[in-house]
Structure formats: C-alpha cells, structure tokens
C-alpha cells in the first residue's frame, strides 16, 4: 500500500532509489525496450501525476484502487489509458494508449467502513445510532471504552452486498480488470480524528480518504472482519475468472488459511511416488486411460475410477477462489511461499517485491531469501508508489536490477521472464 496511508519510510531526497554497481562500475544499461510492467501501484492518489503516465519508461501499470474514494478514480483513468486486449501489451509504448490495467477492491485497512449485510447477523442495522455498536464490533479496542467520539467521527458503514454489486459492474466495463487490492493486516492502526488544524494542514493534491500526517488510534480492524471482507471479494473474483492482488502484514498464516479455506475440496490430485512409479511405467496405457488430466491453469479432472473427483466440474464453470493470485510486497518467511506453491493448490500464486516495502524497511534478507525460493515464473516486480512518472519508473528498475541479480539472470533476460510472468498473471 502506498506511502500516503502507511508506516512505511518516504522515498529519499533525491526522490527515488539510485542504483549502484559493484566497486563504482557503470551498470549496464537498462532493456526498457523489453518491456517492464508494475504489478501493484496507487497513481490514483496523487491524481496530478496521471498525465506523466504517457511519458513513463515503463510498459504498463497495474493500477489498484482501494476505498471510497478511488474507485471510480481508477476506472475513469482506465477509460483513457487502459489496456483493450493482451496484443498491446507486446507491441512498443505508444503515448496514451494500454498503459495500465485497472484494479478494484476494498483494502483491510478500510474494512471497518463496511458491514457484512449478508451475514446472518450483520454488525449494522441501517440506523443513525448503529454505526455505534457497529464499530464497537468490528474495532479492538472497542472506541465505546475509550472515546466514543471516534466512532461519531467516521463514516456511516456501508453494506458489503452493494460494494460488491458496484465492484461486480465495474468489472463487466473493464474485461481485463482485476480485484485489489485486497487481504488481511494485523499491524495497522487507524487514524486519529481529523482536527481543525489537521483540516487546515490537508494536502489538496492527495485522494482524500488516507491518512495524510494524522498520529495513529489505538484501534484495528478485527481479523475475522477483514477475513469476511476479504473472502466476499476473493469469491467474485473466482466467479469472474479474474485474478487478485493480495495484502498481507503480519498475518501470513491466516491469510494463507483464509484463502485456503475457499479451494477446499477442490484442490489438484497430488500422485504418491508409488503412483508416479505406476504412470511412468505404463506411460502408453495412461496416456489413453481414465487417469488425471490437467488443464493449463493447472487444475486436475479426473476420470470415473474415482466418482466425487469425476464428478468436480474443474474444468468449467465458476470457482469459489481465483484462479491466479499475486501477493503483493511479499514479506512472508520462505514456509509460506512453499504452503501456496504446494502441487495441490488449484490457483497460480505470484509473489511481487518492490523496493520501498521490502527494502525500504530493513528486510531485504528476508525478501532476498523468498526471492530464490520463488520459481522463476512466478515472481513479478512493482513500485507501490502513490505517484506515476519518473520516479516510479526509477523504482521499478532498481527493483528489476535487484532480482536479476538475486536470481543470477542476465538483465535483459530477467525482464523479459519478469515481462512474461506480468502478462501470465494478468491475462492467464
């Protein structure tokens, strides 16, 4: 998520990271003519720097949008810049024309503004005094105990059944669409109240709707809260068909289990080595007989040795999860990237990387050592800038030298897979 809402550290004086070869040597210059595609930024928040887009070094941005606020931000800049169909994105820039993929979704850090309406016992009941109790409900500590003139200061929370409905239509007007961003945080806290001299203090060239300087509150958003939130989203995407981009602060393991739990019993047949054994000794007759095959999106069908594996409707139809999934700023220990690269798991997991979070926090070991657990086909790079021009363009090259490197690619090697593993994730 972008700086304007977060913790995260501002981008250095000079305005973007610089990149330095070893011993003072010149770097080899950098193959924009390859192509490179930001997998995860926020340009919408700073809505002036939209017109530097056409002028961008790089190819594409995938735009994500994330409150209120932004939404239709995003799709009116997609109107004018966004890409038609997947052809664009091979062919040379040109000024306006397939220069980004729009992305809708409600961010964890704003889920306290939505209630459940499809719940068997929603948090809100559509009255002026409810949004009280609401946020008693949804937020730890609950604002009744410290001051409920927090919760008197926020929003009147809106159903999940009619951002999904807004986010469902927005979709269907841009076929090449994502959902994001999306998914679960522990660390966040909001912030406080806005105050007459916080107002006076407002950047006016900011997306309301962040943080913008306030302190931050003593309250978070309840992890089952975003996890329903979350998972509402992650079902429309699976029945759309389109892929997501993924959210995850200090909640690995129940973002993996709450993603998981919506490709229960529907994950891919894993062969025992016995099996294995078995297949490759009578390749000829498997080839021809009722054993498992599997699609290019990696699912399993089955034939009618097994009846409830026959009987799956892998192949076609909606999914409850979607089909390919992009964690984005992974920060996770390598055991995560192994949990959502397992053989059984039915969708196609990437994992983004970008300079101001992963390195910009002090655990660029830690992202070095995903980045080598991660296959080659699988990884993609990004700004997660709030700001389009020069200086997401100077992000997104720092970030694909450093991968190269960490991978041991060629540079105009590692951009083309970085290129073909964006397209991959988008269009599948």
Not at 31 to 46: L, N
Not at 82 to 88: L, P
Not at 322 to 344: A, D, N
Not at 396 to 409: D, T
Request: proline residues 7%; charged residues 25%; aromatic residues 8%.
């Amino acid at each position: 998520m972008c700086q304007q809402h977060s913790e995260e550290p501002e981008p250095s004086a000079s305005g973007a990271p610089i990149a330095h070869g070893d011993a003072g040597t010149p770097l080899e210059p950098f193959p924009w003519d390859a192509g490179v595609f930001d997998a995860h930024c926020h340009p919408t928040d700073t809505m002036a720097s939209i017109a530097s887009i056409p002028d961008m070094k790089a190819r594409v941005l995938t735009v994500m949008s994330t409150r209120s606020q932004d939404q239709d931000l995003v799709s009116d800049v997609a109107s004018r810049y966004g890409v038609k169909d997947g052809n664009m994105t091979m062919s040379p820039c040109s000024s306006d024309e397939g220069r980004l993929v729009p992305c809708f979704g409600w961010h964890p850090w704003f889920t306290y503004q939505i209630y459940d309406d499809l719940s068997s016992n929603p948090t809100f009941d559509g009255t002026s005094s409810g949004k009280i109790p609401h946020y008693d409900k949804v937020l730890a500590p609950s604002p009744s105990s410290k001051d409920v003139s927090f919760s008197e200061g926020l929003p009147d929370p809106r159903p999940l059944s009619e951002f999904l409905q807004e986010t469902r239509s927005r979709l269907e007007k841009h076929p090449l669409a994502l959902i994001g961003e999306v998914g679960l945080d522990k660390a966040f806290r909001l912030p406080q109240s806005w105050t007459s001299s916080h107002e006076a203090q407002r950047d006016e060239g900011l997306t309301p709707g962040g943080r913008e300087g306030r302190l931050l509150s003593p309250h978070r958003v309840q992890m089952s809260h975003q996890a329903a939130i979350l998972q509402a989203q992650l079902r429309l995407a699976g029945e759309m068909g389109r892929a997501v981009s993924v959210h995850g602060v200090q909640a690995h393991g129940v973002l993996h289990d709450t993603i998981a739990e919506l490709w229960k019993g529907h994950e891919k047949v894993v062969l025992s080595r016995r099996d294995q054994k078995r297949v490759a000794e009578g390749a000829e007759d498997f080839s021809s007989s009722s054993e498992d095959e599997t699609d290019d999106e990696g699912r399993t069908n089955s034939t009618n040795q097994n009846p409830r594996k026959a009987s799956s409707p892998d192949k076609q139809g909606p999914k409850p999860y979607p089909p390919r999934i992009c964690m984005h700023s992974f920060s996770g220990p390598v055991e995560v990237v192994k949990q959502y690269l397992h053989p059984s798991v039915p969708a196609k997991v990437f994992f983004s990387f970008s300079i101001v979070i992963n390195w910009g926090t002090g655990v660029g070991d830690k992202a070095e050592e995903a980045i080598r657990a991660v296959p080659d086909d699988r990884i993609l790079v990004e700004s997660d800038l709030h700001t389009a021009g020069e200086q997401m363009d100077q992000y997104l090259e720092e970030i694909c030298r450093r991968i190269c490197k960490i991978k041991g690619w060629g540079l105009r090697e590692g951009v083309g897979q970085l290129g073909r593993n964006w397209r991959e994730f988008i269009f599948g």
